[in-house]
């Protein structure tokens, strides 16, 4: 049975740090690339940022450069989303996606942790 959950959410104060954990099953987590996504409360679901599953190539949207960072450690089927100097807009659900296309649609997605920054 193919499983993602994402752990690690929490309440932080403004500048303070995180990290967010999304363990998966399931699946060889070396074949696929995995995404950090968000949605704050009122708004639409956004991409944070992603690894790549051939060369661990990350790219992240710029909202977010600098400050949050995606690792992966296959052999323990985790990836990680390192946040520092967090900000009250960072305050969200943020939900972890494993795929083999670029279609995040048809990817397998986990339940998602909150995160709450307080200013």
């Known amino acids: 049975q193919v499983q993602v959950v994402e752990s690690g959410g929490d309440l932080v104060q403004h500048g303070g740090s995180l990290t967010l954990s999304c363990v998966t099953s399931?699946?060889?987590?070396?074949?696929?690339?995995i995404g950090w996504f968000r949605q704050a409360p009122g708004k639409e679901r956004e991409g944070v940022g992603c690894?790549?599953?051939?060369?661990?190539?990350?790219n992240y949207v710029d909202s977010v450069k600098g400050r949050l960072t995606i690792s992966r450690d296959n052999a323990k089927n985790t990836v990680y989303l390192q946040m520092n100097n967090l900000k009250p807009e960072d305050t969200a659900v943020y939900y972890c996606a494993a795929t083999t296309t670029t279609n995040w649609a048809r990817g397998a997605w986990g339940q998602g942790t909150q995160v709450t920054v307080s200013s």
């Open positions: 690894i790549s599953s051939s060369d661990n190539r990350t």
């Open positions: 399931g699946f060889t987590l070396d074949y696929h690339t």
